[in-house]
């Protein structure tokens, strides 16, 4: 067969379609994070434009358990495009886009859209079922787009064109192939590694990876056994997309926060600092992280992103504290105050206890029931 020049020109051209759902996907990570931005508290600043308040975060749609359990499921897709730091944006915007395009490129683009997309939400979906913690970022999606890759690239070292009798779509090139086996090799080492969860600290969601990458793995088997259409699963990934951002938009919004908050006049260096780092606390249990230990006090997390500080030393719960306790609103009744980036509330539960609470002010109301005496090693019942 004779190729003519115009046709030779072409074949040596880049494919614009993997390039254009590359550029589209990571064009969308950075519009979600530039909303992040603008619904935080400091729009403008480089803080706002920076890493992300977790707060913020955490309401706009990170992957939380209580909340996807509650019926939040538009954070299963939600949570694939939003990055806790511009670091992590970038890093994850850099891999999308280099995976991606090669999974369309040899793949198609049908097939590597279905397997970002799904293969994110599935990824999302794993991370909940195993109940790991707060998470955001599109590593679910680039795992997904690399397991695509692994079997495609099976079946081509295997001399067995999948398809071929069936599809007008040439097989892919050594340039292809070769760029396809460094971005899978790239992928799964760049996201099986420690990097930057939703709470800033050195985090990586396993789950969420090898979810993603199962889901990657299965469609692309399903591809290569005539099991699914590409065209089919990535309509399904459209609509899954979109049913996303619809339930997103009408979703109930969070408990109100209390209507009536007392301004706490006391200095509030008597009162404890929010723990950090959600992530290093399991629900239910109590540690003393090494930010904490300098003062004694014991941290608890209670429903995987909330973090309860409990005044005094954890051997020292049951009694109350004097210098407190003249401070503390009367049991039941809680105060608040805001230092520049953080609001606390704090809880007083019984005669002896205080809770100081960091996070969404929105999702305090659901504490100020709580009347069980604490005790060392012990938290609150959700």
């Known amino acids: 067969m004779t190729l003519h020049p115009q046709s030779a020109s072409k074949a040596r051209r880049l494919p614009w379609r993997p390039f254009a759902l590359a550029a589209l996907l990571v064009g969308a990570c950075l519009a979600v994070d530039f909303a992040r931005a603008l619904a ?43 990055h806790s730091s511009p670091e992590h944006l970038a890093v994850n ?50 795992v ?76 692309g088997v399903a591809f290569e056994l005539h099991l699914l259409r590409p065209q089919t699963a990535a309509l399904f990934a459209a609509a899954v997309l979109l049913a996303g951002a619809a339930l997103h938009l009408v979703r109930a919004p969070l408990p109100a926060a209390p209507s009536a908050l007392e301004p706490l006049t006391a200095d509030p260096a008597l009162w404890l600092p929010a723990a950090a780092s959600p992530g290093r606390f399991v629900d239910g249990r109590c540690s003393t992280d090494a930010r904490l230990r300098a003062t ?27 210098s407190l306790a003249t401070l503390m609103p009367p049991p039941g009744r809680c105060v608040r105050y805001t230092t520049p980036g953080e609001q606390v509330l704090v809880v007083r539960t019984d005669a002896d206890h205080a809770l100081v609470l960091a996070g969404l002010p929105s999702s305090w109301a659901r504490y100020l029931g709580l009347r069980q005496r604490l005790s060392a090693g012990r938290c609150p019942g959700r």
Do not use: Y
Not at 46 to 57: E, F, I, K, N, S
Not at 159 to 170: D, E, F, L, W
Not at 298 to 316: K, N, R, S, T, W
């Open 40 to 82: 935080g508290p400091e729009p403008w600043s480089a803080h706002g434009l920076g890493r992300a308040d977790v707060p913020t975060l955490l309401a706009i749609g990170a992957k939380v358990n209580p909340w996807v359990w509650a019926g939040q499921v538009d954070r299963l897709v939600l949570a694939g495009f939003l």
């Open 93 to 142: 915007a850099l891999w999308l886009g280099v995976v991606v395009f090669a999974a369309a490129w040899l793949a198609g683009v049908p097939a590597a859209f279905a397997a970002a997309i799904l293969g994110s939400v599935a990824g999302f979906a794993a991370s909940t079922l195993v109940g790991a913690g707060p998470s955001v970022g599109a590593s679910a999606m680039i």
């Open 144 to 219: 997904g787009a690399a397991g695509l890759i692994a079997t495609r690239l099976w079946r081509l070292t295997r001399g067995v064109h999948a398809g071929a009798a069936a599809s007008p779509r040439p097989r892919p090139g050594r340039a292809a192939r070769m760029l396809s086996a460094v971005a899978l090799a790239g992928a799964l080492t760049a996201t099986f590694v420690p990097g930057l969860g939703a709470s800033g600290a050195a985090t990586t969601d396993h789950a969420a990876h090898l979810g993603g990458l199962a889901a990657g793995l299965g469609l």
């Open 296 to 322: 004694d006090d014991l941290a608890c997390a209670v429903d995987g992103f909330e973090l309860l500080a409990l005044a005094g030393a954890p051997d020292a719960l049951a009694r109350a504290d004097a």
